[in-house]
T-cell receptor
Framework: DAKTTQPTSMDCAEGRAANLPCNHS???????VYWYRQIHSQGPQYIIH???NNETNEMASLIITEDRKSSTLILPHATLRDTAVYYC???????????????FGTGTRLTIIP | AAGVIQSPRHLIKEKRETATLKCYPI?????VYWYQQGPGQDPQFLIS???????DKGSIPDRFSAQQFSDYHSELNMSSLELGDSALYFC????????????FGPGTRLTVL
């Protein structure tokens, strides 16, 4: 079962920052938080992941609370192309052989409004 | 950068026929995963392979089988197709040693008539 809770849907104005929350209150110490997105039936696209510290790459920033029970994905300047379903997934950091799958929850459907 | 390649991209089959989907991982990636996404649903894990050995298994029907070959490409074989098998099938690959992020291919859309 998915270990995360996300809002079903969100809207964001084009050009503004999109902040997508994720609750993972049962996360264990050796689990990463991964974010993927899926744009209309395309293959899920990797965005970013983190363990404890905040992370930033060319696509987004990931803010993880100190207790690691929740996180926020930030798309700094949302464009229409960012309209997608965003999935927050927790996964073991050191994958044990036989425990590598990604478990997708229902995700957040983000709509960027012109 | 090279990505995961899946073929065919679209496939139409009749009930009770068989289908074979192929996945070519990113170069140097030795682990392959298969996911199924039904209409209006989220991706569900089917099966994975590491170094040609099955490493994990999800809710994959007995009618489905898969393998990974010496060049690390993988094939998902589906027999006795049912209408409910109509779905998107995604393959992902990862570099197991150290960097375990899974990167997904564009998917194969299977339609069973």
């Amino acid at each position: 079962d998915a270990k995360t809770t996300q809002p079903t849907s969100m809207d964001c104005a084009e050009g503004r920052a999109a902040n997508l929350p994720c609750n993972h209150s049962t996360i264990s110490g050796n689990e990463y938080v991964y974010w993927y997105r899926q744009i209309h039936s395309q293959g899920p696209q990797y965005i970013i992941h983190g363990l404890k510290n905040n992370e930033t790459n060319e696509m987004a920033s990931l803010i993880i609370t100190e207790d690691r029970k929740s996180s926020t994905l930030i798309l700094p300047h949302a464009t229409l192309r960012d309209t997608a379903v965003y999935y927050c997934i927790v996964r073991e950091a050191l994958s044990n052989f036989g425990n590598e799958k990604l478990t997708f929850g229902t995700g957040t459907r983000l709509t960027i409004i012109p | 950068a090279a990505g995961v390649i899946q073929s065919p991209r679209h496939l139409i089959k009749e009930k009770r026929e068989t289908a074979t989907l192929k996945c070519y991982p990113i170069p140097r990636h030795d682990t392959v995963y298969w996911y199924q996404q039904g209409p209006g649903q989220d991706p569900q894990f089917l099966i994975s392979f590491y170094e040609k050995m099955q490493s994990d298994k999800g809710s994959i029907p007995d009618r489905f089988s898969a393998q990974q070959f010496s060049d690390y490409h993988s094939e998902l074989n589906m027999s006795s197709l049912e209408l409910g098998d109509s779905a998107l099938y995604f393959c992902a690959s990862s570099l197991r040693a150290g960097v375990d992020t899974q990167y997904f291919g564009p998917g194969t859309r299977l339609t069973v008539l």
